[in-house]
């Protein structure tokens, strides 16, 4: 006899195809995007200080190779010409000539020091005086001519240095003045720190060593 009981049914079983899936979130979370910005923030600063170095020791570097093109040219100039590029300044040329500079002598305007040590007799020409050495090394423009430099001869690259005229500028070539014939010369040459400021060549010349310094 069967049962009067309502009828069974069977377990429903749904296809794969048929199951509805949660929704897969998309996007960043916040902290997912601060992390990633803090990360290239990271990076960006490792890289500027890499490239901050690398300026830095540029401009250390140029200053130095420079400062060594420039001794030579010192020293060409004592080649030839037999002397050292000295300014004809009265009380500089006596005291070497009588080399009575046992305390440090120095003209009115500080332009030089002279100073007599156990090494021997040096003159040293700081900082923006510097020019005074240097002006006398330039060749000469069109028809005038640098009487220190009668031979007219290229002692300076004028493509690698820079004085302190209208910026720096690259250094001009020695010449004479429209007006009154003036010698337009005091044009120190100069150079870039590691912090990008500005400084000047100093010159020192020992006569006893036969020896000549550019110091940063």
Known sequence: MRSSGSPTVPPLHLQPSMIVKPAQRAGFTIIELMAVILLIALLISILFGA?????????????????AALQAAIATYRHEYGLWPIPDDPTLQAQLATLSSSPPATNA?????????????????????????FDMLRASSGSAQNPYN????????????????????????????SSGGMIEAGHPIVYQNRDGTMGYYSITIWFDMEKVEVDL
């Open 150 to 177: 009668t031979n007219n001869v290229q002692f300076i690259d004028n493509s690698t240095v820079f004085t302190t005229t209208n910026a720096p500028l690259f250094i001009p070539r020695y010449r004479i003045s």
């Open 51 to 67: 490239a901050q170095y690398v300026v830095r020791t540029a401009r250390f570097q140029r200053a130095t190779s420079t400062a």
């Open 109 to 133: 305007y500080a332009q030089w020091t002279l100073t007599k040590t156990s090494d021997g007799i040096s003159v040293t020409f700081p900082t923006v005086n510097n020019y005074l050495v």
